[in-house]
């Protein structure tokens, strides 16, 4: 069946501007996670969508992030007023708990 | 909140030798633990996990270890092959917390 999908795969933006990173989880999953990985390093939780529960924002860097997630399904990320240091790939991964995770492919922004 | 410390941080073997990588936990309740594997430019792709009622699991060439005591739990790799080198990452959940991920080269 049909995996994880982000998009778009790849954004360029330039610092200041506002992005916005969208995620289709696997039909039914109820969890929903979103990571980040800078050049080399390892992943950086961000945020974590439960069912109805009040999602986790405990990992976001700076209130220039925010996530939402409508009807239990389709996240979006939100990066306002992008920095240089944001340009990341950013990893969406759903399951259908209790695990284990299935990962998009990930979007490469790059701020410059 | 979960803090998973992972090492070695690179690790390179001959083929045909073993690979051992390790991870640490800090929160006794945390009770699955996944490793995931990632090739250059690929998403991360589970290739074993270990729930907490079990201390060993093993899959063909890996095997995963688990210590809830010294809460501490390894990956383990026998007869390596090129195609093994990747980026592995530990996690601990509850939520999923993962250490800072393993380079491992294999040489033919």
């Known amino acids: 069946g049909a995996g994880v999908s982000q998009s778009p795969s790849n954004k360029v933006t330039e610092k200041g501007k506002d992005v916005e990173l969208r995620c289709d989880p696997i039909s039914g999953h109820t969890a929903l996670y979103w990571y980040r990985q800078s050049l080399g390093q390892g992943l950086e939780f961000l945020i974590y969508?439960?069912?109805?529960?009040?999602?986790?924002k405990s990992g976001l860097p700076s209130d220039r992030f925010s996530a939402e997630r409508t009807g239990g399904s389709v996240s979006t990320l939100t990066i306002q007023r992008t920095q240089q240091e944001d340009s990341a790939v950013y990893l969406c991964a759903s399951s259908l708990l209790p695990l284990p995770l299935h990962f998009g492919n990930g979007t490469r922004l790059t701020v410059t | 909140g979960e803090n998973v410390e992972q090492h070695p941080s690179t690790l390179s073997v001959q083929e045909g030798d073993s690979a051992v990588i390790k991870c640490t936990y800090s929160d006794s309740a945390s009770n699955y633990f996944p490793w995931y594997k990632q090739e250059l430019g690929k998403r991360p792709q589970l290739i074993i996990d270990i729930r907490s009622n079990v201390g060993e699991k093993k899959d063909q060439r890996i095997a995963v270890t688990l210590n809830k005591t010294a809460k501490h739990f390894s990956l383990h790799i026998t007869e390596t092959q090129p195609e093994d080198s990747a980026v592995y990452f530990c996690?601990?959940?509850?939520?999923?917390?993962f250490g800072r991920g393993t380079q491992l080269t294999v040489w033919p």
């Open positions: 996690a601990a959940a509850g939520r999923l917390y």
């Open positions: 969508f439960q069912g109805n529960s009040a999602p986790d």
